[in-house]
């Protein structure tokens, strides 16, 4: 109901681009390399401790408890003044950064600031990749138009976000396992806030007179994908090829299979369900999916009337024949 009402709402404003580069970072990590430039950076992750079970838990007591919890205490404190002194000598350490061409200092302010460069970009500078396809053309808005096929990759991409994250996830799987194309790796997957900007309608439109109107939490990820290429001359060779998730808040899971299925629907092979257009983005869509078979409970006295009608009178002409035989 609020999906429906939200339809008809006014939009005064449309936010200027978010440009993710900016983003700043509080998890980020890649599973193709592993030194990246500004470095992995953990975060608050149950990625391996629930690889990392520690069975002398089973035996703790008491004692043991509280000594653990003293611990625990005094390491959050020493934690706690660290990030006082790092906060007091944050402009000191960029400008040193700047100044100075080491990459240790660099790394240490791309830690520092929150913004990380884009692990994407070093394999374009290789050539490995295809420069930025810019579309300047202006994106669909799935909330206000309906769904049409073929579907404008912006279409894909926000239906995808907007999807369920088990569907998103079972379908990603289902590509990786043999209904897709090719298994991915995980480039790059960063978690952090991005600010959210609109522009001002008295001034010149430009970034600097826009307004600042929130920042939002959002996971972005970008899947390498195997693939084969022609060179000028005719000839095979191979790259590699991105598929794009992003969603908001900490959904790594969605955002990684949303990223496979980007890159299944722009393959558009019909003989995989999840390369079909149709298929995928129609059967993420929770609200549609849970409404059509809600509405199985609500009466259907007439049209089941209809079927066991000509049920009956099936049969009935079955056994007229078999007696006549």
């Not at 430009?206 to 060179?231: C, H, I, M, Q, R």
Request: aromatic share 8%; with cysteine.
């Amino acid at each position: 109901m609020l999906r429906a009402f939200r339809s008809t709402l006014e939009r005064p404003y449309v936010s200027r681009v978010v440009e993710t580069e900016s983003m700043y970072v509080k998890r980020r990590i890649s599973a193709a390399f592993k030194d990246i430039p500004g470095g992995q950076v953990l975060g608050a992750t149950r990625d391996y401790s629930h690889r990392l079970i520690d069975f002398s838990l089973m035996a703790e007591t008491d004692e043991t408890l509280c000594s653990a919890k003293e611990v625990l205490e005094d390491s959050w404190r020493k934690q706690a003044l660290d990030d006082v002194a790092l906060e007091n000598t944050d402009e000191v350490q960029q400008m040193d950064a700047f100044a100075s061409s080491d990459n240790s200092v660099h790394s240490n302010n791309f830690a520092q600031s929150g913004k990380m460069p884009k692990v994407a970009d070093y394999l374009r500078e290789e050539g490995l990749l295809p420069l930025h396809d810019h579309d300047d053309s202006k994106p669909v808005d799935v909330t206000m138009e309906p769904l049409v096929f073929p579907a404008p990759r912006s279409a894909r991409l926000q239906t995808l976000a907007r999807g369920m994250t088990q569907a998103v996830s079972a379908l990603g799987y289902a590509a990786i396992r043999g209904f897709g194309p090719a298994h991915p790796t995980v480039g790059e997957l960063r978690y952090g806030t991005v600010e959210v900007l609109i522009d001002s309608p008295l001034e010149s439109g430009t970034e600097e007179d826009a307004y600042y109107v929130g920042a939002v939490p959002v996971t972005e990820v970008e899947s390498l994908f195997e693939v084969e290429e022609k060179n000028d001359d005719g000839s095979d060779r191979l790259g590699f090829k991105v598929g794009y998730g992003m969603v908001i808040g900490g959904l790594e899971t969605k955002a990684i299979a949303m990223s496979v299925l980007d890159n299944c629907l722009m393959c558009g092979d019909k003989r995989f369900p999840t390369q079909d257009e149709e298929f995928v983005l129609y059967h993420v869509d929770g609200i549609e999916a849970t409404g059509f078979i809600s509405h199985l409970k609500l009466p259907h006295y007439v049209t089941f009337q209809s079927k066991l009608s000509s049920v009956r009178n099936t049969r009935a002409d079955a056994g007229s024949k078999e007696e006549v035989r």
